[in-house]
């Protein structure tokens, strides 16, 4: 099994590769598993970074629109610094008093409503949907979950088991429904949105019912960005949120991705949607690339399964971590991350509509802040996916050195998903080379 | 809820604690949840660390022979050097080629027997047995899961599962079947250690599938260190896994306590036992504190799981965790780490083994390199447990600034797990200062 997807290796060959690429590939290929890929394009390997640039081995600037991780920027010298002064002093895990462990914690529940008054670190985004889950289960006393039709929520056994992203050869629990997600354009005539997805919702409670489970969680991307980006219109969430309520569940919002000002006008993307969850869980850019992750609970929901289960995580909240995701917030604060998002967002996304207005292959653009989809279609008139189309526009893209990649059931929406370092420059540059591509593919 | 332990309440109270560390306490219970707390003795805020010993504020230097995460030692030099050189570099994901990434995974799987030739790189020790047990359950199509009585395999919901040490708060699987450490006091007269592991396998298999389940993978810490530590005889595994072989099923090595020469003669638990596991998990000293897990597996049981279904962790594997996790293997080979812990570990053994010869309240001293266990009774004649005796060893030796810990299901084995840092001059001074409690309580 090569590491390259198959399709890769139709396309290049590994022989086509450099030497040295191609003798990392081959050795790569025979220590590491299971199931190890490269990302979507022909590999790069990168050797340093900042901002949201990559730069090669050729010392070739790549303008970096996919990797959101490194939210504050790759390599960024205040992170790197305070967790260099750390990792040199200590790094005690949260069996020992940590002024900085708890003074972290209440800055960041700061920048929830009050009702989110408890924080937990685990150390992935899995491990934090994994223990929302656990919590949620132990609260309710159900098991019934319910997730949108293209769900990703992470790779633990548990979390994999409502994550329908992960394809036919991972199995669903049967404890779990899926529901579509918000897109408009699903909706009967007449009908809102709000109500198509309270239905949802209430159908699939009615079912896991029907067969003997009691509801648990609903747990939802609150920018729904595996099943293809769906950001609009707001308001709707009120409403599937009390029917869970009503029926003894739980909401957990998934962060993961939209958090931590990633859409540009709130902090938080539930708060678009005026719900304040049960459970919220972090990961991606809380650490800047430092292993982190956090849940916020509302108390009552987590206080029982504290004292009679409780929860530790020998890797999670340590000096050091604290030390990373700490610096994170400076930043966020030193650079007015949230003000850049929302201005330097809004500009991408005229950009990107102005480039293909008159497109007959662009069915959509979505999105909020820096987390933009662009759906690719065979015709305007006959709404088709057209994946492939979107593969050669990300191909063309990643020539022009600038890095993007896809997402949606049928994979043909474009996933712009820069880190929120991006700039006006970098838009720009974006911009430029996107309308490049465009004049020629779109 | 506080984060002490009510016994702490009890014992001290939090008004007896400096001002500054009362606040913590108030802070922390108001914000961290669910279930945070301290370690079991009286909170100590430590504020620097180097080799096996912690600094507290006012310059206090205790010897930590329990914490040994940070195997090679507190803000070990060449492992923050590399992290702080590497986090103001790059950090891409292993979506990316890497060379470093390939070269560590070659380097770390060349301390394994051939067979184990596949490496996977999550972020902790609950996410390396979850991903072992997802393998495992699909490769073998089965889902009964045998572990010991006192288990602990970590804190995702599958694994919790399985980890009956987590108490009755945490449900175990209605597929998971419990059989006795070996501890060779359990075996009937004339029978061997490796016929009463055997017959315990053999049964739980029967059991597990007179309820309907096929075994999947029998998950074994080869130490048995939560259920006590039992070390020796050695062999007895063979018996075991040709059972569990024989059922479909697979040996999981869980070395997230035995493993990195924590246990002196050898670089894994299991090759004390003449095994080759089908799964190995790796967590622990494997970052010196960095979050890193590993998984190691044999092809034939991994391959098809990457194929169909595959693992990507976001935070796994990155250059980051590359450059710490390398980094201890340089110190390995730089200080002759696993030489120094057989040395330092026999001589720790012979310690203890003369400064309990007389005491009835010693059943066994047991153990194997730096994770030793002192089983406390209440008297040699009758061999019953003494936990109050065992915690009041603990607290004595903190209040003389030696750390160390307990385990087994009575709470009744001195844990003594200093980190493999452990040097000889830390030898002396923790014999020193056991002796002088041993005199006043053992």
Redo the contacts between chains.
Sequence with gaps: ?SSLNPKQIDAIGVSDLPE??QD??R??D??????????ETI???????FGAH??DRDGNDYLDAF?N??GVG??H?H??DA??RQ?????????????A??AY??RL?ATFPAEL????L??????AN??A???A?FHTGGEGIIVTRWAFHG????V?SFSPM??A??PLGPNVRLISAPDPRLCAPGQSLENYMRDQVRAAILDLERHGYRLAALIADSAFTSDGIFTHPMGFMQAMVDEVHAAGGVHIADEVQSGFAQLGDSMWGFSRHGVVPDIVTM??AI?N????SGVA?R?EV??E????????????G?S??IAAASAVLDVFEQENVRERVAVNGATLLAGLETLTRDSPYVAEIRGSGLYLGVEIIKDRGTPEPDPIRCESIIKNLRDRRVLISRTGSAGNVLKVRPPVAFTAADVSRFLETFGIVAKQRL
Aim: with cysteine.
């Design positions: 099994m040295r690429l990392i590939i050795r790569r025979t220590v590491l598993g299971p199931g190890y890929q490269f990302s590999p790069v390997e990168f050797v340093s970074g990559l730069i990797n991780v490194q790759h390599a010298r992170v790197a967790v260099s990792i040199a002093t200590v790094n005690t895990d949260t069996r020992y008093p940590q002024e462990l708890v914690a209440e529940l008054s408890k924080l937990s685990p150390c992935t985004g899995s491990e994994d223990l889950i656990r919590v289960r790779r633990t056994r548990e994999a992960l394809g050869g991972s990961g991606k650490g690339g430092f292993p982190i609970f108390p987590s206080d399964f504290g004292r009679k289960v409780s929860y530790f995580n020998t890797l999670g340590r050091l971590s």
